[in-house]
C-alpha cells in the first residue's frame, strides 16, 4: 500500500516542477517547487505544522488548547486544518483587505475569523498585534490555554523549512542547483531553505525577491528600509527585519514589478496548466532575472506558493485588472 496517513502527513514532499516555458526562454533549468499542492493549499501548512508541533513539544500548547494567530490568510488556513487533525480550536486575525476567498475557506475550517482593518505594524491596531492580545487573554480564560503562533519571529517556522523544504530540494535536484529565489512575508521559507542549502553548498545563491511596496529590496541593497510603489499580490512584502529574516543566508535581492509577475501566472495557466497565485508570479520572474544574469545551463530553483483559486476574484479578475490598470490577457477578457 501507498497511501499517507491523514492530513498532517500529507504536508510537504512535493513534486519539483521544470517551468517548461521559463526555463526555455533562459537557457536554464527555471524549477518550482509545488508547495501549492500542499493539502491546505499553500507553502504555510509547512509553518503551521512545525509551530503547532514546536509549542506541543516545548508543552506551551496542551491537549484541547487554542491557537490563535495573525496571518494574511495562508497560515491561517494551515493553522485551522492542522488544529483540526490534531485537536485544537483556532482563532486567526486577517486583514480585511485579504481576499475573499481566504476569508471563505478560513471559516469552512471552522476557525473563528476576525477581520481588522489594515494598519501598519507600528499602530496597536495592526492585526499582528491584535492576535497576541487575543492569545494573551484567551491563555487566562480558556480551560486548557492559548497559544500565540507568532509566524514572524517564532523561529520554529524557518526550521520547519530547513528540516523539510530545503532538504527535499537538494534531494530532488541532486544537489544541481545554481540560485533559488525566494519572497518573503515571514521569511521563514527563504530563511530556512536558504540555510539547508548553504549548509549543503555554501555556493548556491540565495536571491530575496520582493513585490513592489516592500521595504526588503532597499534594505538589502542599502541596509536601510524603504518602500515604494505597491502590489496586489497578498502573503508577501515586509516592511521590518522579521527574526526568521534576521540573520538568513541572503547574498542579493531582485525588485518584481506586478507588471512582470501577473503575465508570468497567466502563461504558466495557459500554457502549462499551473494554477498559480500571485507571489508565485514574483518568485518564477526573480527566477528568470537570476537566470539572465547568470546565463545558459544553470539551475535555479523558486517556490510555487499557493493555489490561483485563492485569488479568482483579484488576480484572475478583469474588472479587477483593469481597475489597478494591470494587464488583462485576451483569454480571460
Ligand atoms: N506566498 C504566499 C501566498 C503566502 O501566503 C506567504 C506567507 N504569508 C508567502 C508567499 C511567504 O512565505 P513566508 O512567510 O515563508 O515568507
Given at each position: 500500500m501507498d497511501a499517507r496517513n491523514g492530513f498532517i502527513d500529507t504536508i510537504g514532499r512535493t513534486p519539483l516542477i521544470r517551468l517548461i516555458g521559463p526555463s526555455e526562454a533562459t537557457g536554464c533549468e527555471i524549477l518550482g517547487k509545488?508547495?501549492?499542492?500542499?493539502p491546505g493549499g499553500s507553502v504555510k501548512d509547512r509553518a503551521a505544522l512545525a509551530i503547532v508541533e514546536d509549542a506541543v513539544a516545548s508543552g506551551r500548547l496542551k491537549p484541547g488548547g487554542v491557537i490563535v494567530e495573525g496571518t494574511a490568510g495562508n497560515t491561517g488556513i494551515g493553522l485551522a486544518l492542522v488544529g483540526n487533525a490534531l485537536g485544537f480550536r483556532t482563532v486567526i486575525v486577517m486583514p480585511e483587505t485579504q481576499s475573499q476567498e481566504k476569508k471563505d475557506m478560513l471559516r469552512l475550517c471552522g476557525a473563528d475569523l476576525r477581520l481588522v482593518p489594515?494598519?501598519?505594524?507600528?499602530?496597536?491596531?495592526n492585526y499582528v498585534h491584535v492576535s497576541r492580545r487575543i492569545a494573551e487573554e484567551l491563555a487566562q480564560t480558556e480551560p486548557n490555554g492559548a497559544i500565540w503562533?507568532?509566524?514572524?519571529?517564532?523561529l520554529a517556522n524557518r526550521e520547519g523549512h530547513r528540516r523539510t523544504t530545503g532538504p527535499e530540494i537538494w534531494e530532488q535536484t541532486g544537489g544541481k542547483v545554481d540560485a533559488f529565489t525566494c519572497a518573503t512575508g515571514t521569511g521563514g521559507t527563504l530563511a530556512g531553505v536558504g540555510m539547508a542549502l548553504k549548509e549543503r553548498n555554501p555556493d548556491v545563491r540565495i536571491v530575496l525577491a520582493d513585490p513592489m511596496g516592500s521595504a526588503l529590496y532597499a534594505w538589502k541593497k542599502t541596509g536601510e528600509l524603504k518602500a515604494e510603489g505597491n502590489s496586489i499580490t497578498e502573503g508577501i512584502g515586509q516592511g521590518r527585519v522579521t527574526a526568521n529574516l534576521a540573520?538568513?543566508?541572503?547574498d542579493d535581492a531582485v525588485q518584481v514589478t506586478d507588471e512582470e509577475a501577473l503575465p508570468i501566472i497567466f502563461d504558466l495557466l495557459k500554457d502549462e496548466g499551473l494554477v498559480l497565485g500571485g507571489s508565485s508570479g514574483i518568485n518564477v520572474g526573480a527566477a528568470i532575472k537570476v537566470a539572465k544574469a547568470l546565463g545558459p545551463g544553470h539551475t535555479i530553483v523558486t517556490i510555487l506558493c499557493d493555489y490561483g483559486t485563492r485569488y479568482q476574484s483579484k488576480l484572475f479578475n478583469p474588472a479587477f485588472l483593469r481597475e489597478k490598470n494591470l494587464p488583462v490577457p485576451d483569454w480571460l477578457a
Open positions: 509545488a508547495e501549492f499542492l500542499n489594515a494598519v501598519p505594524f507600528k499602530d496597536p491596531g503562533a507568532n509566524q514572524f519571529d517564532n540573520d538568513a543566508p541572503v
